[in-house]
């Protein structure tokens, strides 16, 4: 099939670019590079054994994107493109909303004028807010509390009217919970420009030497060992995900939603923990105060994914950790 993959030069994309390449499918990658890197087009190429089509562009042109469509017979979209960072979105709403949202429609008008009638949608289980039940399903309350994870929840819920007043559409949402790691090979991963948000980028960063020490934003919550247990789940299975939910979509029409995580949460600590033992390094931390805005605990409830779409997770913690420090390896000889 020929699919558009929004976003696939960024972290999450590249993996799935690999995946559906892997699996036969053409692969047509739009993407500004404003939170992602050229090269990443090379290192899919490297893995995949042929290069994907590159369209660097803005996926909410809507003219830019027909004339893709057009030219390719383009059959269905997997849209990652998306600004992602909780804390950035508290500070700059409007950019959130402008780049997500309006990103999304422009993208979604370009579908509906060209027939395109199965998208794939990247959206977040941030939408979920504090959990008031775990393990965390596909009916748990909504309850976003920052601009990102309401241009997620927006975007889903345009999908569902659009869906409700286009039959001829299929649409999935993934709610991923907390990707990590790499590609086996060392030659993608999660590469963040700046001051990583995330806890393993900065884990990796610090056991490289890149930076001294690592914060652990609480020791206090309600959990086995005082530090926030998240569902962390390797950006592999999250990748596979994506082509599962592609073939779902070979057969079924509507609007869908489905949670991407392992059903099992890890502590920040265990983390660490597991993180020194593949690195075979020391990861110096600090506990400091609670950070604005996160949760004690969250993971999540897979089965609707496990029944509908046939995936599960399979890979573990130590698989997430090695492949982390394979990927930061590699970029320190090229850096
Ligand atoms: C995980 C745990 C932190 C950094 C966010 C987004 C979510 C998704 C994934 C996009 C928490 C702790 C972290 C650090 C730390 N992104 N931590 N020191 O906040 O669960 O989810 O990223 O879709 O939408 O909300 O992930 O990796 O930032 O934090 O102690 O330097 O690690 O407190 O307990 P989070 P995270």
């Known amino acids: 099939m020929n699919i558009l993959l929004t976003g696939g030069c960024g972290y999450i994309g590249s993996h799935v670019a690999v995946v559906l390449m892997s699996a036969g499918h053409q692969v047509f990658i739009v993407d500004d590079l404003s939170n992602s890197r050229r090269d990443v087009v090379g290192n899919i190429a490297e893995i995949a054994g042929r290069s994907p089509a590159f369209y660097e562009g803005d996926v909410g042109d809507v003219a830019f994107v027909r004339d ?3 030219r390719h017979q383009i059959e269905a979209v997997i849209h990652l493109a998306g600004f992602k960072s909780v804390g950035e979105s508290v500070q700059w709403p409007l950019k959130y909303y402008q780049n997500n949202i309006c990103g999304s429609l422009g993208l979604f008008q370009a579908m509906e004028a060209e027939s395109v009638s ?79 948000n995330n806890l393993m980028p900065y884990v990796v960063q610090v056991a490289s030497g890149k930076r001294e020490v690592l914060s652990v934003f609480g020791g206090d919550y309600p959990t086995p060992d ?24 070979s057969s079924n029409k ?14 920040v600590l265990e983390m660490i923990r597991a993180f020194e033992k593949e690195s075979g390094r020391t990861v110096p931390f600090r506990m400091a105060a609670r950070r604005e805005g996160d949760v004690a605990c969250s993971y999540a409830d897979v089965q609707s994914a496990e029944r509908a779409l046939k995936w599960k997770a399979t890979r573990v913690l130590e698989d997430m950790c090695s492949s982390a420090w394979l990927f930061q390896n590699r970029l320190s000889t090229k850096d």
């Open 226 to 249: 005082g530090t926030g247990v998240r569902d962390f789940i390797h950006v592999m299975d999250l990748a596979e995900g994506h082509l599962a939910a592609l073939n779902f979509l």
């Open 68 to 70: 893709i469509f057009r």
């Open 118 to 196: 199965k998208l794939v949608f990247s959206s977040s289980a941030t939408i979920y807010g504090d959990p008031q039940y775990l393990p965390v399903d596909e009916a748990h309350p909504q309850h976003v509390t920052n601009a990102y994870g309401r241009s997620k929840l927006h975007i889903e819920d345009m999908l569902r009217d659009i869906s409700a007043s286009r039959p001829s559409l299929g649409v999935v949402c993934l709610r991923y919970f907390n990707p990590v790691g790499a590609h086996d090979s060392g030659l993608i991963g999660e590469y963040p420009r700046g001051i990583p």
């Open 254 to 267: 509507g609007w869908h939603a489905f949670n991407l995580g392992t059903g099992r949460g890890f502590s």
